[in-house]
């Protein structure tokens, strides 16, 4: 069994930094792609930023220059440095993964930890 643990999300004032973790547990697999989205109330989800095994980040342009992915390999941890906070990056931030379990390609969510920046 997979799972995605999230952590990290929280209230901050407008400028502010946090930095989210989703960590992977389980056997047998491999990441092909990992990345956050998130999900503001009433709003459609939408990808926040995106990485890959070997492939360069892919950020949302509302978020260039503040925001920046990484994975840890070694711990099958990925995080989201969030800087320059504002009150539109508000969500719900959810991490996401493509893995490859065993023999098949599964997706996977984690749970969803709230931001809330306030002005």
């Known amino acids: 069994q997979v799972q995605l643990v999230e952590s990290g999300g929280g209230l901050v004032q407008a400028g502010g930094s946090l930095r989210l973790s989703c960590a992977v547990s389980g056997s047998r697999f491999s990441i092909n792609t990992m990345g956050w989205y998130r999900q503001a109330p009433g709003k459609q989800r939408e990808m926040v930023a995106v990485t890959t095994s070997g492939g360069t980040p892919t950020y949302a342009d509302s978020v260039k220059g503040r925001f920046t992915i990484s994975k840890d390999n070694a711990r099958n941890t990925v995080y989201l440095q969030m800087n320059s906070l504002k009150p539109e990056d508000t969500a719900v931030y959810y991490c996401?993964?493509?893995?490859?379990?065993?023999?098949?390609?599964?997706?996977?969510w984690g749970q969803g930890t709230q931001v809330t920046v306030s002005s």
């Open positions: 996401n993964a493509d893995l490859r379990v065993g023999v098949v390609r599964k997706n996977y």
